[in-house]
């Protein structure tokens, strides 16, 4: 009995229509792609359900690597180039049977070349692209540190370790696949250090987390804002990975005592890494964090922000001012540099002048003058910024007000026609103004210089593949503090293989924009109460929208969650 089409198959599935087939065939005909891309290409079926489908046409197993945990010991049975080269992954091993995951389970010349490599019957199972990539992620990210933890073990006592595998063009170091998977040449620490690295861009990870125990060594990450462990390294080899961040770094590796700071830049997989480092003595020795920066992408505009129309309104008046202050507010880890960057690039004209004050300076602009502060030789910021304004400057951007001193300076500046840029750290928009007054910032000043505060938190996004309808509930309204009208579904996700079953995948920025109206303006130089400026801004006429009511939309649009909505305002859940 011949074969259903794949079409067929689909639409007795009830998952897509006759329309939507003919539209595909249509489609597939110009792009010269099969008939599953064009339908998940364009979000007609889902990755899931296609894979599903074709499971049933090929009769072949689905098998959902989300919720498998993949032994470690497969790493030995299919190289990770073969495994990369044909995009599977090996899944389980019974007897003389080996149960292999792949997008293609028609790809006969790779189940060859495995049957080959191992002399294992080979047997195909079906998943989706997405999730054989990561499943390869996964299980040979945690094999390189693995292999070079046993080699460390093995060659203990052999103090031999190459330590210079960098150096190259403008990279501190460079990290390839063969750094940590087969380069005899380089010594296991440095193998196991630079997967970590690597498994770190893969992830998207923005810091990589290296804490002592008493037993061994927790390496967590944090990916899309939140922490998750990634691997455990045995005591016995804590010392050397630590002592090889450190040197990495250009720290001391024999000051133990004290915290350090330190930075390299590294190319991986033909991105440029920019890793800032420091050091934290803690219980069990010596706790290590290294924030990942990609400097490869500067092509930051103002359109990636995620600006609605209009708080775009506000942006454009905001940075176009001629002189005055306007300050980013937000919490470590909030996109505030991202924010910041994006109106460096569309201020960096050539007919001003436009001068940085950073620490550190994290992506080079062509065109920019960006300083950078050193406390080494008295280049703080306040020392800094009276440099700057001897330089006859239009526009000033300093990294952070981190003191009176420093916010006196900047507020000045801007009384002598410059218009000044700077961040401080606060919990939302109108918490800014009492934070200058709180740290001697006179009024006045503040009144006469002021022209507004963008405050900004990052939501995770609900995952696009596992995302799913509910009716929201009483509680849901009760901690949005709105209404909801009968009917309306809201989205959550439920876990799938692309997003860690967290349900979340990438995150966006949601913005609270205060302008400086002539009666804040007023209410600021009169030393009103926080209540009152709150008050003023409720009013219509000033188009005020808080961060919780902007992340509440996104909620009704279906990007994220009411968990997250309590989350980035710090209200229980």
Partial sequence: MPKKRIGDLLIERGLITESELQFALDTQKQTKE????????????????????LAVQLEVDYVDLAKMTLASDLADIVQKNTAKKNHLVPV????????????????????????????????????THVAVERAINTLYGNEGARQAIEDYKRESGNNTEKEDIGGVGNYDFIISSSSFTGDTDSAPTIRLVNSIIERAVTERASDIHFEPRENDMDVRMRIDGIMRDILKVPNDVTAA?????????????????????????????????????????????EKIVCRLLDKSNTNID???????????????????????????????????????????NELNT?????????????????????????????????????????????????????????????????????????????????GAIDRLVDIGVEPYLVSATLRGVIS???????????????????????????????????????????????????????????????????????????????????????????????????????ITTVYEVMRITNESD
């Avoid at 099969?34 to 489908?53: F, H, R, W, Y």
């Avoid at 049957?115 to 294992?120: C, D, E, G, I, Q």
């Fill in 456 to 558: 900004q938190r990052l939501v995770r996004r609900i995952c696009p593949y596992c995302a799913e309808d509910y009716t929201p509930t009483h509680e849901d309204e009760e901690r949005l503090g709105i209404k909801i009208q009968p009917g309306k579904k809201f989205k959550v996700g439920k876990g799938c293989q692309h997003c860690f079953n967290t349900g979340y995948s990438g995150r966006i920025a949601v913005f609270e924009i205060m302008m400086i109206t002539p009666v804040i303006r007023d209410l600021i130089y009169k030393k009103a109460g926080r209540s009152e400026i709150e008050a003023e801004l409720k009013k219509p006429e000033n188009n005020f929208v808080s961060l919780k009511e902007a992340a509440t939309k996104l909620v009704f649009e279906g």
């Fill in 241 to 285: 990975v630590i002592a090889r961040v450190k040197t990495m770094s250009g720290m001391d590796v024999a000051e133990k005592r004290i915290p350090q700071d330190g930075r390299f830049t590294v190319s991986v997989s033909n991105k440029s890494i920019d890793m800032r480092v420091s050091t934290l003595p803690i219980a069990w020795g």
């Fill in 92 to 127: 389980q091993k019974r007897g003389d049977t080996l149960y292999v995951a792949m997008d293609d389970p028609l790809n006969y010349y790779a189940l060859d070349e495995v049957r080959k490599v191992t002399n294992l019957k080979i047997v195909p199972l079906i998943a």
């Fill in 302 to 344: 103002k359109e990636m922000l995620g600006l609605r129309p209009d708080d775009m309104e506000k942006y454009e008046k905001l940075i176009h001012y001629r002189n005055g202050v306007m300050l980013l507010v937000g919490p470590t880890g909030s996109g505030k540099t991202t924010t910041m960057y994006a109106m460096l």
């Fill in 34 to 53: 099969k008939l599953g891309e064009v339908l998940v290409n364009n979000n007609i079926v889902s990755p899931e359900n296609m894979a599903k489908t």
């Fill in 350 to 430: 050539r007919d001003v002048n436009l001068v940085t004050l950073e620490d550190p300076i994290e992506y080079n602009l062509d065109g920019l003058n960006q300083v950078q502060i050193n406390p080494k030789t008295n280049m703080t910021f306040a020392n800094g910024l009276r440099a700057i304004l001897r330089q006859d400057p239009d526009i000033v951007s300093v990294g952070e007000i981190r003191d009176g001193e420093t916010a006196e300076i900047c507020m000045r500046a801007a009384l002598t026609g410059r218009f000044v840029m700077s961040t401080i750290h606060t919990n939302d928009a109108v």
